[in-house]
């Protein structure tokens, strides 16, 4: 430490420091005491001056003249921070172990290229594996339109070229402060509106654009990068050019997508995730796409066989029931009536099939869907992303063509499960149909029979005033208000409105206040009352008619009836 006026002390620490690790050095100096305190990593110790004078030794107000950091030829400093104040205690320690991590991966550089090409990084080895893991590395993919003086109006495209002549004629600086030649050719370097472009040929970052043919970019030309290359580095090399990474995705940039491909190993799913971000006038709108495929193997898929075998031979016996009472129907002669009767035996019977076609479907791709995720993995797993010999561009290409057998098991999936979703909803239906069978269970289907007529012109009242008031919204606020920006976004506003909520923005702007008050008093208070009112109108009328019924009993005393039916026929051979 030199200091104005006086000698120079050193204070060593080759005891203090660990060889070949990193170190973090903080030293404090008290000018009103005769103490040093040093801290080395998260410990400190307080050292005296030989001579028992301040270190500065100084007049008041006068701080340091300087300090030499001196070591040997195998030692490497990083950056000297000064501060104006000390630092706590706990902050030293707190700035050691935050930056412990990173100096651990990050030791600085060798002291000759042979040594750094050979020196390798301590790993800490996580306790428990990973429960799924990459099987391709992140990408992203954009996709841009092109600078044009063309504009989608004529006085924008009039007004953008007459601001590029003022600017051309204007004046002219003197070296090295004139214009580049490029800006005098053109308006596109300063000025210019976009279009879509189809032009493979352009180049982005020293690449070309390749054709996407699965997920949301499908169809569109997109320059692909790797997401970690892209986003950690500040500068990127290519062609021999730097280029800043910042400037990866700018105001041409359309759309960019990222993408990932996840396998969960003990859950035997393999997941395709997908998010991106349109960026159009401004706007920004995201969109998530994730899609899984799975595999059972073991007691997982013995269970789920169980199941689909279960429920096969459910669909089997009432096949048969169907049947059967197909040939009563013959028997009696009433197979060629059309009547309620006859079309809920068709419904059954389609439906029993239906089952009976899911089911086996279903037990077949639980048998082969294994083999089917293996051959897809190791189809996707070929695709050489650490060869430099091969551009990123043919890899993206490989990489996709391996996802179109995921692209074929996710269509197939969905097919299956809009199929199964058909059959749960008609399932659903004959449920609630079986329902009228006693008059005190029926009450849902006679009340919705009941006010058939009054609830279908109720139903057109209702789409007419709910559209009209949609129509006006968008056209007030769909400029002004998010919210009212697509009739889809409005319509679900007043949807929420009619369950009880109000928008924000109430009580701020007249118009708004307006439309939202007409709307709350003409849908709410209103039309869900005549709703109600029908409904209750109804289910008086269908109580009515029970209570008149002479044949009518309670429920589970008609089901003891039938049971003692039942029996004296079997005993006594009475017939129906």
């Known amino acids: 430490v030199h200091r104005p006026g006086g000698p120079s002390e050193m204070v060593e620490l080759k005891r203090k420091l660990s060889p070949n690790d990193w170190s973090q050095i903080a030293v404090v100096f008290n000018g009103r005491t005769s103490e040093l305190t040093l801290f080395v990593n998260a410990e400190y110790s307080t050292i005296t001056t030989s001579s028992g004078k301040t270190w500065p030794s100084t007049t008041s107000g006068t701080f340091l003249q300087a300090v030499v950091i001196s070591s ?12 104006s104040e000390a630092l706590l205690i706990k902050t030293c320690q707190e700035l050691y172990y935050r930056r412990l991590g990173t100096m651990v991966l990050r030791q600085g550089p060798a002291m000759t290229d ?18 799924g893991f990459l099987l391709a590395p992140p990408l992203l993919l954009q996709a841009r339109t092109q600078k044009t003086s063309e504009c989608s109006t004529s006085y924008a495209t009039w007004a953008l070229n007459k601001k590029w002549l003022d600017i051309v004629k204007g004046p002219v600086c003197d070296t090295p402060f004139q214009r580049a030649s490029d800006i005098r050719n053109s308006p596109l370097p300063l ?17 070309r654009p390749i054709t996407i043919g699965f997920g949301h970019l499908e169809g569109y030309l997109a320059y692909p990068e790797y997401l970690t290359s892209s986003m950690q580095v500040p500068m990127q090399v290519r062609n021999g050019e730097s280029l800043d990474s910042d400037g990866l995705l700018d105001t041409e940039t359309r759309m960019a997508s990222v993408i990932m491909l996840l396998l969960a190993p003990d859950a035997g799913l393999l997941s395709y995730l997908q998010i991106t971000a349109s960026l159009a006038h401004g706007d920004v709108q995201i969109e998530i796409d994730y899609s899984q495929v799975s595999a059972l193997e073991g007691a997982a898929m013995q269970g789920c066989l169980a ?33 309620s009767e006859l079309c809920l035996l068709i419904f059954d019977l389609l439906l029993n099939i239906g089952l009976v076609l899911y089911s086996l479907k279903r037990s077949i791709d639980l048998i082969s869907m294994s083999d089917q995720l293996l051959a897809l993995v190791e189809e996707v797993m070929q695709t050489p992303w650490s060869d430099k010999a091969i551009n990123l561009s043919t890899k993206t290409n490989m990489f996709f063509e391996g996802l179109s057998a995921f692209e074929s098991l996710l269509n197939a999936g969905l097919q299956e499960r809009r199929y199964s979703l058909a059959l749960c909803w008609a399932t659903l239906l004959r449920v609630v149909q079986l329902t009228s069978a006693h008059p005190r269970t029926a009450m849902l289907v006679n009340t919705f029979l009941k006010g058939l007529d009054d609830l ?95 044949v009518e009993q309670g429920f589970f005393t008609d089901v003891k009836d039938m049971l003692v039916l039942m029996f004296m026929r079997a005993r006594y051979g009475f017939h129906n």
């Open 72 to 83: 040997g030829a195998k030692n490497l400093f990083g950056p000297v921070e000064l501060r």
């Open 114 to 131: 042979a040594k750094r090409m050979t020196r390798t990084v301590k790993y800490d080895r996580q306790a428990f594996s990973a429960p």
């Open 191 to 207: 000025l210019s509106c976009s279009k879509d472009t189809h032009d493979e040929t352009i180049e982005w970052f020293g690449k």
């Open 307 to 339: 199941v689909q075998i279960a429920a096969l031979l459910v669909a089997f016996v009432l096949l048969m029931n169907n049947w059967y009472t197909i040939r009563l129907l013959r028997r009696g002669n009433r197979c060629c009536l059309l009547s």
């Open 456 to 550: 279908w012109h109720f139903l057109l009242l209702f789409l007419l005033m709910f559209s009209a008031f949609g129509l006006l919204a968008r056209a007030l606020f769909g400029t002004l208000r998010r919210e009212f920006y697509t009739l889809t976004s409005t319509f679900v506003v007043q949807f929420h409105m009619m369950l009880g909520s109000i928008p924000d923005g109430f009580g701020l702007d007249a118009e708004q206040t307006i439309y939202i008050l007409l709307f709350v008093f003409t849908m709410y208070f209103f039309v869900v009352n005549f709703l109600l009112a029908i409904i209750v109108e109804a289910y008086l009328e269908v109580k009515r008619d029970v209570e008149l019924s002479e």
